[in-house]
């Protein structure tokens, strides 16, 4: 895909996505014209963003990274199993 062809996609999505699902069928058929694939495409990425869950598009927040949920969270560099050189075994 071209980059004319891609910030085309994007533009057609923005706008579409700011209007209610009744009126983006009209809006996309308009825009579109006669390109059948271009509008599908608009439409595919509509239904992902639809689909995708708004915390799943944003970065996790310091107090979600405590380990209160009951996972661990490990932050900085990732340890060996075994140290180098000296035989031991981590716990």
Do not use: N, W
């Not at 062809?5 to 700011?18: G, N």
């Not at 009744?22 to 271009?38: G, K, N, P, Q, T």
């Amino acid at each position: 895909m071209d980059r004319e062809r891609h910030r085309r996609i994007k533009e057609l999505f923005l706008r579409a996505e700011e209007l209610d699902p009744a009126e983006r069928d009209a809006y996309l058929v308009e825009a579109c014209s006669s390109d059948e694939i271009l509008r599908q495409e608009v439409e595919r990425q509509l239904e992902v963003a639809q689909d995708t869950p708004e915390s799943y598009l944003e970065p996790p927040r310091a107090d979600d990274l405590d380990g209160s949920d009951g996972l661990s969270v490990a932050v900085g560099r990732p340890r060996s199993a075994r140290r180098y050189g000296r035989g031991e075994r981590l716990a």
